[in-house]
């Protein structure tokens, strides 16, 4: 964690604990990786300028870096459903294609956090670790993102979970729509915009957009 989240959710370090105790004693193997958990909280907490939800890990092994969505430059074979269909949006939004395919590392180093609701999953298992507590540090996490940023924070939030988080964004500029996966991005999803939408949100307020093909 940059020390500017630890500073921010001290109050949080016994949940975290508790957590860590509880995947110690999990015998089931998990993702992402010990050492990318927390990857999504590398910026720090001033550079966040946009904020995108996601709901888990992928389940797959060797698939998941610890941001939400995004995969790593090593996964060669076919990309997950819900990133294929981003990646799609983002064509069909700005006329261009993500350079860097299913990486979205690019976009975090722009001040985009790549938040999941829960930071681990058991391989094999989605929703898996649903009960471990990890949204309820989530919660924690985009409450001291609204109140640091106030309407200079651009919220993204696909689907269901990802909308539960609104009541906690405060008069943080929120873009709603559909989840990306397969069973829904055809309701709501395909042709929402999210990407001009937070580019035009983000320059009302004076802050750089967004290169979401970079």
Same mark, same amino acid.
């Given at each position: 964690?940059?020390?500017? =989240?630890?500073?921010?959710?001290?109050?949080?370090?016994?949940?975290?604990?508790?957590?860590?105790?509880?995947?110690?004693?999990?015998?089931?193997?998990?993702?992402?990786?010990?050492?990318?958990?927390?990857?999504?909280?590398?910026? !720090?907490?001033?550079?966040?300028?946009?904020?995108?939800?996601?709901?888990?890990?992928?389940?797959?092994?060797?698939?998941?870096?610890?941001? !939400?969505?995004?995969?790593?430059?090593?996964?060669?074979?076919?990309?997950?459903?819900?990133?294929?269909?981003?990646?799609?949006?983002?064509?069909?939004?700005?006329?261009?294609?993500?350079?860097?395919?299913?990486?979205?590392?690019? =976009?975090?180093?722009?001040?985009?956090?790549?938040?999941?609701?829960?930071?681990?999953?058991?391989?094999?298992?989605? !929703?898996?670790?649903?009960?471990?507590? =990890?949204?309820?540090?989530?919660?924690?996490?985009?409450?001291?993102?609204?109140? *640091?940023?106030?309407?200079?924070?651009?919220?993204?939030?696909?689907?269901?979970?990802?909308?539960?988080?609104?009541?906690?964004?405060?008069?943080?500029?929120?873009?709603?729509?559909? *989840?990306?996966?397969?069973? !829904?991005?055809?309701?709501?999803?395909?042709?929402?915009?999210?990407?001009?939408?937070?580019?035009?949100?983000?320059?009302?307020?004076?802050?750089?957009?967004?290169?979401?093909?970079?």
């Amino acid at each position: 964690m940059h020390p500017t =989240w630890q500073y921010a959710l001290g109050d949080c370090r016994d949940l975290l604990l508790l957590m860590e105790v509880k995947l110690a004693g999990d015998s089931r193997p998990y993702m992402p990786i010990d050492q990318r958990i927390m990857r999504a909280f590398e910026t !720090s907490l001033n550079d966040v300028k946009v904020l995108l939800i996601g709901q888990d890990p992928y389940p797959t092994e060797n698939v998941a870096i610890g941001l !939400s969505f995004a995969v790593d430059l090593e996964v060669s074979e076919t990309l997950p459903r819900s990133l294929q269909n981003i990646l799609k949006e983002v064509n069909d939004d700005l006329g261009s294609k993500v350079k860097t395919g299913g990486d979205l590392t690019k =976009w975090a180093d722009q001040g985009v956090m790549l938040l999941n609701r829960h930071l681990t999953v058991p391989i094999g298992d989605a !929703s898996g670790h649903d009960d471990l507590g =990890w949204s309820r540090f989530t919660d924690k996490v985009v409450s001291a993102l609204a109140a *640091h940023h106030g309407d200079k924070l651009v919220a993204i939030l696909w689907g269901k979970q990802a909308a539960e988080v609104e009541p906690l964004l405060g008069s943080a500029q929120v873009i709603k729509s559909a *989840h990306p996966s397969p069973l !829904s991005a055809a309701r709501g999803f395909f042709g929402s915009k999210p990407f001009s939408k937070t580019n035009e949100a983000l320059k009302k307020v004076g802050r750089k957009p967004v290169k979401w093909d970079s």
